[in-house]
């Protein structure tokens, strides 16, 4: 069965500072996306960052980026320059199906980030 | 970029009422929104997958009879927690999927939630 986990709860960052936030995923198709989403206090997600699972190069999106490793299956996320506005509960998602054809989306426990002025 | 509309934000009600919030994609054709659920602090729960003309598909665990899910056009797919309680008091949020092109690539664009409080 298709699972994602994040193993941190809570993460603690200085202001301007880099964070990883952690993600491993199971899952048997070759072909799988895995997503990232920032939850901010007010509850809206927020679409930041995709990875394909044939991408070869990793995936980048401003001061957001994934570190990918397909063999170990993780798709950590990687903030750099930390601002206070990143505090939030951030998720890893996996799209389930192969081909993709359900769009349906699988998501890990959430790991909250609090940026420290 | 694609807007989901998700409305009401807020609901306080009496036990036993109905309630119905509605989900639309404001600048794209949705042939599938979703459903979720989430308690605090806690992962989003699929509640149901939504499609276009014809019955939501619901996970397992979910009472179809309890959460009605209507997706009578492209733009607008509507959640109804009937003879709702207490403990259907919870954060509930959709999301939507563009038609265009394949969904591998494509994230799924979400409403801003609603917050549903049963007294």
């Known amino acids: 069965a298709q699972k994602i986990t994040q193993t941190q709860p809570g993460m603690f960052v200085q202001e301007k500072e880099a964070v990883t936030l952690d993600c491993t995923y199971d899952?048997?198709?070759?072909?799988?996306?895995l997503f990232w989403y920032k939850q901010p206090s007010s509850g809206e997600m927020i679409f930041l960052i995709y990875?394909?699972?044939?991408?070869?190069q990793n995936a980048t999106e401003g001061r957001y980026s994934l570190n990918f490793q397909k063999a170990r299956k993780s798709a950590n996320l990687v903030i750099s320059a930390s601002q206070l506005g990143d505090s939030a509960m951030y998720f890893c998602a996996m799209r389930e199906g192969r081909g993709s054809n359900t769009g349906k989306l699988i998501f890990g426990q959430g790991t909250t980030l609090q940026v420290k002025p | 970029g694609a807007v989901v509309s998700q409305h009401p934000s807020w609901v306080i009600c009496k036990s036993g009422t109905s309630v119905k919030i509605e989900c639309r994609s404001l600048?794209?054709?949705?042939?599938?929104m979703f459903w979720y659920r989430q308690f605090p602090k806690q992962s989003l729960m699929l509640m149901a997958t939504?499609?276009?003309?014809?019955?939501?598909?619901?996970e397992q665990g979910v009472e179809k009879d309890k959460f009605l899910i209507n997706h009578a056009s492209l733009t607008l797919s509507t959640l109804t927690v009937t003879s709702a309680h207490p403990e259907d008091s919870s954060f509930y949020i959709c999301s939507a999927l563009n038609r265009v092109g394949t969904y591998g690539y494509q994230p799924q664009h979400f409403g801003d939630g609603t917050r549903l409080s049963i007294l």
């Open positions: 990875q394909g699972s044939y991408d070869e």
């Open positions: 899952t048997s198709d070759q072909s799988y996306g």
């Open positions: 600048d794209f054709q949705a042939t599938t």
């Open positions: 939504s499609n276009e003309g014809s019955k939501a598909t619901y």
